[in-house]
């Protein structure tokens, strides 16, 4: 048998580049061919070794039974693995796993560069809508909706949706809409509206619901002040609450806000001072504790009571209503509002005044709002009057030792007052309760008095008179 070989270099070329061209388009036409098929059922035993053979990646499935481990491109009601589930493209439906469920997981396997730039240009994402279990981790690549229990870790990328529960942390990359808990942290880094419980929440951006934790941290806190006006509200309770912008309420040992238009209650609150900076922090504010950092309005008053010869008060807060000018006097309203706090201690010096209390102290909570007369700074007609409104909590002593049993006055007031050259004198009314254990005190105007559980309580109307510096 004679071989010929062909001589001519220009066909040698020619040939080459043929047969050049026929391999590139068969293998642009394999990587081209449908890659994803439907199955009903998948047994699999690990990834790879399964009804659907090699290819178990590129199927999705309706029903899937992994005895340890199992790949598929999907599965939409049911799929069920001994140690994990692992889902390239995306799922739905129940997923159940020893360890571990996986949402895109070699999302781009097989797709030529070409096709995976395609497939991102056109906005694919791996999601996950249902219900997952699994004894360590959940994680999606994408969004994530419905319920999800990990005795471990739930995570996705981008935005979750529905129930999350892990032994240790809830993670989503984007924004959270629904129930958060777990053991350590919850995260959602963009923004939450919902619920958050664990022992330290967080969030980058704006929330809208419940933090409660230890430790609460987010960027922004949603409140009736947050333009545009909306029905959405935020609310921090725990330990420690953090926020660098505050239009809702945090409730905690220790309140912390950079601008706050909201309310704290807690033992330290702090908030940024100085509502004319043209930052708005402290305006709308309403600080309640017993220690107020930042506080841009204060008074102190000595007076004197239907109980004690003697009472001294100071207060710190905020101004609810002050615009930002050097006066701080509001633009539209007719009273300049403050919020105060007040630590108050009480005394009766003097034998024969009231010889069934000796001393008291407590705190205080009140609005007091002074008159306005112009925008001016040096106005003499500004803060010419004033009304307070608010209410005491005095725990009281019969002799110089502290009363060791319950032994608490509670007091509502509403009380005047006009400046006199630089210090206002004020009066007031004022409907006291008195929860105890001992002896009644001696109350010539009584509304009533009894008993119950071992407790004494008695009511009657009492006054205050003093002096009050602004």
Not at 132 to 139: D, E, T
Not at 199 to 208: A, D, I, R
Not at 348 to 355: M, S
Not at 437 to 457: C, H, T, V
């Amino acid at each position: 048998m004679v071989s010929k070989t062909i001589s001519n270099p220009s066909l040698k070329l020619l040939l080459v580049l043929l047969l050049l061209n026929l391999k590139v388009n068969s293998i642009y036409g394999q990587s081209r061919k449908l890659r994803y098929s439907d199955k009903t059922f998948q047994l699999s035993f690990f990834s790879g070794i399964s009804t659907n053979g090699i290819e178990s990646g590129h199927s999705f499935n309706k029903l899937s039974i992994n005895i340890f481990s199992g790949i598929s491109a999907g599965n939409k009601y049911l799929e069920l693995g001994g140690v994990s589930n692992v889902n390239t493209q995306s799922g739905s439906g129940l997923q159940l796993a020893g360890l571990a469920n996986i949402i895109g997981s070699n999302t781009y396997l097989n797709l030529t560069l070409r096709e995976e730039r395609q497939v991102i240009k056109e906005g694919f994402s791996s999601d996950f809508r249902g219900i997952q279990f699994s004894g360590l981790i959940n994680y999606v690549r994408d969004n994530a909706e419905g319920f999800r229990i990990s005795g471990g870790l739930n995570l996705n990328g981008k935005n979750g949706a529905g129930f999350q529960a892990a032994g240790l942390v809830n993670m989503v990359g984007g924004h959270f809409s629904g129930f958060q808990i777990a053991g350590l942290s919850n995260v959602a880094l963009k923004s939450t509206s919902g619920v958050q419980l664990a022992g330290f929440n967080h969030t980058n951006g704006q929330m809208n619901g419940f933090q409660i934790g230890i430790v609460n941290k987010v960027t922004s806190i949603k409140g009736n002040h947050s333009p545009p006006p909306n029905n959405a509200r935020g609310f921090q309770i725990g330990l420690v609450n953090l926020a660098e912008t505050s239009d809702g309420t945090q409730l905690g040992f220790i309140n912390i806000g950079k601008k706050v238009r909201g309310t704290q209650i807690g033992l330290i609150n702090v908030f940024k001072p100085s509502p004319y900076s043209m930052q708005s922090p402290g305006k709308n504010s309403t600080p309640i504790g017993l220690i107020n950092i930042g506080s841009n309005g204060s008074h102190s008053r000595l007076y004197m009571s239907d109980l004690f010869l003697t009472n001294f008060e100071h207060t710190t807060g905020s101004c609810y209503n002050c615009a930002f000018n050097a006066s701080q006097m509001p633009v539209n309203q007719k009273l300049k509002v403050m919020n105060q706090n007040a630590l108050i201690f009480a005394h009766n010096p003097l034998d024969g005044y009231n010889d069934d209390v000796k001393w008291g102290f407590g705190y205080g909570f009140q609005k007091v709002m002074y008159t306005k007369s112009s925008m001016a700074a040096r106005d003499a007609g500004n803060h010419k009057k004033f009304i307070s409104i608010g209410g005491r909590l005095l725990h009281l002593n019969r002799d110089d030792h502290l009363t060791k049993t319950i032994s608490l006055l509670s007091t509502i007031h509403a009380e005047v007052g006009i400046r006199i050259k630089f210090i206002h004198v004020f009066a007031g009314l004022t409907i006291n309760n008195y929860l105890h254990r001992s002896a009644d005190i001696n109350r010539d105007l009584e509304f009533f008095k009894g008993a119950e559980s071992g407790l004494n309580y008695q009511f009657w109307p009492g006054y205050t008179f003093g002096l009050h510096l602004f």
